[in-house]
């Protein structure tokens, strides 16, 4: 069953500091990877997607890396602002094939900053 | 860009009742997507239309719910006989084109069923 892991489940920072957020995925074949924002009671946001090929690619503040050998991705929040505070969702996708379902969502990473 | 609108943003209902939200994709996008998402969770698939068709179903898409897209543009999902199982944020998507051109999609802010 394809499935994509994150954690920490959740993570408070201190405004200003960095943090890593962390995306396992058993999902095979493989097509792309996207990283979203979720704020409380809206809908997910796209960052980042990556195709297999690519390594890393930034938006921002936000930088995401991935390794498809490893299957392991990173989503790497610079001088984080307390607006950063919201989930942050990977989703891996299989190659289209005509049929939606095959882009599995992770429970997300919640992401709280402070003062 | 106006970006994806769903109505209400809440609802509220007793439980055996219907209920029915609206979306309203960008408007030159084709594929137009339904997902439920509960608290501390990941959207879960619903339904995916490309113009007019539905093309799949999730097999959590019980008989009870019915979704469609008339003219390929805005969508309606409806809920009949709610359940209290069914409280959740009913997001919709849209997109220009599938995954493989690495188009992202386009969510609302969601529509927050509440059963009572």
């Known amino acids: 069953k394809n499935q994509v892991e994150q954690s920490p489940q959740s993570l408070i920072i201190l405004e200003g500091k960095n943090c890593t957020l962390q995306?396992?995925?058993?999902?095979?074949?493989?097509?792309?990877l996207r990283w979203y924002k979720q704020d409380t009671g809206r809908g997910p946001v796209s960052l980042t997607i990556?195709?297999?090929?690519?390594n890393t690619k930034s938006n921002g503040r936000y930088t995401a890396t991935l390794d498809a050998d490893t299957k392991q991705s990173s989503l790497h929040i610079t001088a984080s602002q307390l607006s950063d505070s919201a989930s942050y969702i990977c989703?891996?996708?299989?190659?289209?094939?005509?049929?939606?379902?095959?882009?599995?969502f992770g429970t997300g990473t919640r992401l709280q900053v402070t003062l | 860009d106006t970006g994806v609108s769903q109505n209400p943003r809440h609802k509220i209902t007793k439980r055996g009742q219907n209920v029915t939200f609206r979306c309203d994709p960008i408007?030159?996008?084709?594929?137009l997507y339904w997902y439920r998402q509960t608290l501390g969770q990941g959207p879960e698939f619903l339904t995916y239309?490309?113009?007019?068709?539905?093309?799949?179903k999730s097999r959590l898409l019980s008989d009870r719910f019915s979704a469609e897209r008339p003219k390929g543009s805005f969508s309606t999902l409806e809920i009949q006989r709610t359940e209290q199982g069914d409280s959740a944020m009913y997001l919709c998507?849209?997109?220009?084109?599938?995954?493989?051109?690495?188009?992202?999609?386009?969510f609302g802010n969601g529509t927050r069923l509440t059963v009572t």
């Open positions: 998507a849209s997109s220009l084109a599938g995954w493989q051109n690495n188009s992202p999609l386009h």
């Open positions: 995306c396992n995925y058993t999902v095979s074949p493989f097509s792309n």
């Open positions: 990556m195709t297999f090929s690519e």
């Open positions: 989703v891996v996708s299989a190659p289209w094939t005509g049929t939606a379902s095959k882009l599995t």
């Open positions: 408007s030159e996008h084709n594929r």
């Open positions: 239309f490309q113009n007019e068709a539905q093309l799949e």
